[in-house]
């Protein structure tokens, strides 16, 4: 049962992926000359779509989705690569992002020919984007006991319930939603259902729902009778349960675990640098690059899980959860060293930066599953339950 | 393979029993040193030409943490070590070696304090401000520290003290400290952790086992995560064709192996109960030597600003290229160069 442990071997990233490195640096680089690290710190809640059509453009949304639907066809690794240059300057990458991570990849695997032919071409050109439509009012950790029901009709579905929490709803063309197309919340994961919604249609209303640092990058989603074609079923139906647990393999395994607070890492790095004031804070300063290195090395780990065609589910929940602990420790720490003597005078966009990830940094290890989750799927990993 | 054979003699020759004689002064070592030594095992990293088994620095790690797994009594990691790094300069001697943290001279002495496994050891390698200093023993002066079962002393030679000084070679011995104390730290680690699943898997209260509480499962499984996180750590430490550990690695990688040895420790002695905390249960020679080990040539409070002061002086534009290129083997310089040229990211102008 310690197999688990064991699965954490340094590896390494090919060195083919130099090259494909260089270009992405070379493609982001004035991005971050020109761009305030507060609003670069927002990275993936950044909506810009014009950020995601230009970086489409470079062929490098839906890069692992097959060349024949429009896809980069590359490895885990390459994409390990880009979403790692791209969160470690902070790139708006919000717009695209489920779409590329996780929407298409559970297209491709359940989807029909024809859905695959619709909807992975439109991933892939930044013209459709994705949100997931999972969480409900009375289903948060409890997935399982989701009420939002789809009836079947002659040449269809129609929809009634709402979602919560879904980031980016009133920015996308497409829901993934997990509902029940039979039985009763008490039948939990037996009854479930994944449909594509397109937004677009009428009964479907999104409600914008501000956080505390003044965003609105989720929403709420309510249904009123929305009618739903047969095509709207992505794989069986009833096989809603394990079609969401792939998707959220998907959507714990890549590294961008680790990177929510590394541009305010950088941010103060470069502040102590300039203002000569570093050497109070090396011993700190070298704790997170010994964090950052070694998170980083796991993430590999589990990225070479993924390339072999594992599905590292229990390694990527135990990454998550040490990688969320870094990423909320990063405000913590900086918030205190920079007010650590009053009578300091304090850049004004470290300041903002700082603010807005110690307001936002709770909400790291509740998205996508929350801390007390991820730690039961791990002692399930270790046969425990 | 090299593994497989250290870990049958360690199962024989290094049970709990041998473990609590040697480290109680009164058992000899000799048999569970000469049957390591004796097979080779002490050459590991020497070239073949020179007798050794030319093994890379790779496939030295799993035997590390295979000793760490053992709660190894005798200076094994550190013998292999020191071997490999006087090898290309002399004649290397036989007897057990230790590495010591630092070394200073007092009056009319040479002083190596703290060092571990200075009670036993016949030889002492140590930086010398910037030169590899090998001491022997034989006419140290060595003074235990009071701490009960513990090999670790403080050492001292006249000045004039016969010694054989190598220049330029010191650093080497503190990074190649950190990388075997973070391998051995490793190993022990991760049985400390199967001890303890397995512990919670027996133990049974309010008629079931306590591993069923929720309680416990949460802290086993941080329990694992960081056990994890230093054995990849540890393992980043021993990568590149280099022959020898590289400062920065080895430096995060003793960092982070210290700072799980203190977590996982306490939880493993918290899960346990009273029983973990009794001399006659063997996760007290585990628990013990972590925390020695974390002490052992620096604790991450040193190695962290090592690293910290790396970065503050590194031109690289962000962390993350530094912790990217500071894991390759050797800097590649030609990547470096080219990140160095790129400007840096932030446009603070505030104290600019
Ligand atoms: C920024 C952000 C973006 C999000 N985006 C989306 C999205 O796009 N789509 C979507 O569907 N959802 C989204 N979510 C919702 C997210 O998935 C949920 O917040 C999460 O699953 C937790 O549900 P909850 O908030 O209802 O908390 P609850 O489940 O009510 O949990 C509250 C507390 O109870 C604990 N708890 C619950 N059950 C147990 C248990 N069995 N054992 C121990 N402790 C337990 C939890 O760990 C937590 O500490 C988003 C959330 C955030 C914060």
């Known amino acids: 049962m310690t197999n688990l442990v064991n699965t954490f071997r340094f590896a390494r990233l090919p060195v083919a992926t130099d090259t494909f490195r260089t270009e992405v640096k070379a493609f982001l680089n004035s991005y971050a000359d020109t761009t305030p690290a507060d609003v670069r710190a927002r990275s993936w809640t950044g909506f810009n779509a014009d950020f995601s059509r230009k970086l489409a453009a470079r062929g490098w949304v839906g890069i692992a989705l097959p060349s024949e639907y429009g896809g980069a066809n590359l490895d885990a690794f390459s994409r390990f690569v880009l979403v790692e240059e791209l969160l470690a300057v902070g790139a708006p990458v919000s717009a695209h992002w489920i779409a590329d991570r996780q929407s298409g990849q559970l297209i491709l695997k359940y989807g029909t020919e024809a859905q695959r032919r619709f909807y992975l071409p439109k991933i892939c050109a930044a013209e459709a984007f994705f949100c997931i439509g999972m969480s409900e009012p009375n289903a948060g950790s409890d997935l399982g006991s989701v009420s939002t029901r789809a009836i079947r009709k002659e040449h269809g579905w129609q929809l009634n319930g709402r979602k919560i929490w879904t980031t980016n709803a009133g920015n996308c063309q497409y829901m993934i939603a997990l509902v029940r197309t039979s039985g009763t919340p008490d039948d939990r994961h037996r009854g479930l259902s994944q449909l594509i919604v397109d937004l677009s249609l009428p009964g479907v209303t999104v409600q914008p729902i501000k956080d505390l640092s003044g965003d609105a990058h989720f929403s709420e989603v309510f249904f009123d009778d929305v009618v739903l074609g047969d095509d709207a079923m992505i794989g069986a139906e009833g096989n809603g349960w394990e079609q969401v647990t792939a998707e959220l393999a998907f959507e714990r395994s890549g590294p961008e675990r680790l990177y929510s607070s590394i541009v305010l890492l950088d941010c103060w790095i470069e502040y102590l640098r300039l203002s000569g004031t570093g050497a109070a804070h090396v011993a700190q300063i070298g704790r997170f690059a010994t964090h950052l290195a070694t998170l980083r090395n796991m993430s590999v780990a589990v990225t070479s899980q993924l390339a072999r065609g594992a599905s590292p589910v229990v390694a990527a929940a135990l990454v998550k959860d040490l990688g969320t602990e870094f990423e909320q420790s990063i405000p913590a720490v900086i918030e205190a060293a920079i007010c650590a003597n009053p009578s300091d005078a304090i850049d004004a966009e470290l300041y903002r930066t700082v603010v807005y990830l110690s307001q936002i940094a709770p909400t790291f290890s509740l998205r996508g599953g929350t801390r007390e989750i991820l730690r039961g799927m791990i002692a399930r990993g270790l046969g425990l339950r | ?352």
Request: glycine share 8%.
């Open chain 2, 1 to 352: 393979m090299f593994v497989e054979a250290i870990e049958r003699i360690l199962k024989d020759q290094c049970s709990p029993a041998v473990i609590r004689s040697i480290e109680g002064g009164g058992g000899s070592s000799s048999v569970l040193w000469n049957s390591i030594a004796d097979a080779g095992f002490l050459d590991l990293l020497m070239p073949d030409e020179m007798g050794g088994a030319g093994l890379d620095l790779a496939d030295l790690y799993p035997v590390l943490a295979v000793l760490g797994r053992y709660a190894i009594p005798l200076p094994i990691a550190q013998s292999i070590a020191a071997r490999a790094l006087l090898a290309p300069h002399t004649v290397v001697p036989t007897g057990l070696f230790t590495l010591a943290p630092s070394c200073h001279r007092i009056g009319e002495r040479i002083v190596c304090s703290l060092t571990p496994f200075g009670m036993l050891a016949d030889h002492v390698l140590v930086d010398d401000d910037g030169c590899l200093l090998m001491l022997a023993c034989a006419n140290a002066e060595r003074t235990h520290t009071g701490v009960p079962r513990s090999q670790v002393a403080t050492l001292s030679w006249p000045k004039d003290a016969p010694a054989l000084s190598i220049v330029g070679q010191g650093a080497a011995v503190q990074t190649f400290a950190a990388a075997i104390y973070a391998g051995l730290i490793s190993g022990a680690l991760f049985r400390v952790f199967e001890m303890t699943l397995q512990y919670a898997n027996d133990r049974s209260q309010f008629g079931k086992s306590i591993g069923k509480f929720q309680a416990i499962q949460h802290q086993i499984s941080v329990m694992a995560e960081h056990v994890a996180a230093a054995s990849i750590a540890a393992e980043a430490a021993f990568q590149g064709g280099g022959g020898l550990p590289q400062l920065l690695p080895s430096a995060m990688a003793k960092a982070r192996t210290g700072e799980a040895a203190i977590l996982v420790a306490s939880i493993a002695h918290a899960v346990h109960g009273a029983i973990g905390v009794t001399e006659e249960y063997d996760l007290q020679l585990l628990t013990r030597r972590l925390h020695e080990w974390r002490m052992a040539h620096g604790s991450e409070d040193y190695w962290n600003a090592v690293v910290g002061r790396h970065v503050l002086a590194s031109q690289l534009p962000t962390v993350t290229d530094f912790v990217r290129l500071a894991n390759q083997e050797a800097l590649n310089v030609k990547e470096a160069a080219l990140l160095a040229t790129s400007s840096p990211i932030s446009r603070l102008k505030g104290l600019a």
